[in-house]
């Protein structure tokens, strides 16, 4: 077979009526200070320009209500996302938490924030926008080889490190930050026992079945008749197991391979491959002389000098449970 391994007061002037008093004055010529004798005229001083008044700043207690007004509905959608369950809830949470957390950034941009304030403010909105970005991109998406969420969330420390540290900056200056980010998982590797069985409806009959896994991937190798699971077992990298009273039909045999086996989902969650031989595995039962005769077959999942097995890749959703 193939192994298959399996992205931001101008200046005041005064308004009213001006009042201009005549007097008959004497004129007097006033010097120039200059050598020619000449009559110069005086020069008027000039008239000294209002400082302007600053700009109003905004109430710190305004701009408070303004945050928890502004982020408690983001405080609400991340809370959601802890509570979720794996799967479609928890993509549906996830999906709500990016768009609160959008929109709050959009609204702290706009916001009027005091002097101190401003620059942590278009902080916290620009972490914000990324976060919103990162919880998109970690949706699982429903398919059955997926990541965890909160393993993809958590692989990208610079998201939640830029809110919390910009929160942390406002926090800081007085200005408290009421948010609680959404929780993170490490990566698993979950693994079973060689030869256990994921499923077994029940085998009676004389046939023999060993499957050996040379690769360096855990697989799970599954056999079918027609659209009914006969049996599947685990198999560790490098291992070997041995399937006996495979009952008498024709099978297909259909493996995956991965990282880290999901029980509930029956599928691994990351490097996942999913495939089928191209030839059945025929199991008959014959009576001959002095005996019963039966069949004994071996599969290998792993490229081998002289192999004769050739393999198909399956799309996810086809793959049998």
Known sequence: ?????????????????????????????????????????????????????????????????TLDSTLGPVDKAFRAVDSAKEGKALDQAIAKAADSARSAAALLESAEAPEDAVDGTLS???????????LTDSQAGGGRCATSPR????????????????????????????????????????????????????????????????????????????????FTVYLRKGGSSTVRSVNNGTYTVYFTMGEDWNSAKKSFTRDCSFEKFDDPADFHTRQVSGGTQYDVLTFSLAKSIGGNATTTGVPQEDFPS
């Open 1 to 65: 077979m193939t192994n298959t391994r399996t992205r931001r007061s101008g200046r005041g002037a005064a308004v009213g009526t001006a009042l201009v008093v005549l007097l008959p004055l004497g004129l007097t010529a006033c010097g120039t200070g200059g050598d020619d004798g000449k009559d110069g005229a005086g020069t008027p001083s000039a008239v000294g320009s209002p400082t302007p008044s600053p700009s109003p700043t905004v109430d710190p207690a305004v701009y408070r209500r």
């Open 151 to 230: 393993v993809e969330l958590g692989s990208d420390p610079t998201a939640l490190g830029g809110v919390r540290d910009a929160a942390g900056t406002l926090s800081g200056l007085g200005y408290p930050v009421h948010l609680k980010l959404p929780r993170t998982e490490k990566a698993k590797n979950r693994r079973l026992s060689t030869g256990s069985f994921i499923k077994d409806t029940g085998r009676s009959g004389l046939g023999k079945l060993t499957v050996k896994n040379g690769t360096d991937s855990d697989a799970v190798v599954t056999l079918t008749r027609g659209k009914k699971t006969a």
């Open 124 to 134: 916290l909105a620009d972490s914000l926008r990324g976060l919103s970005d990162t």
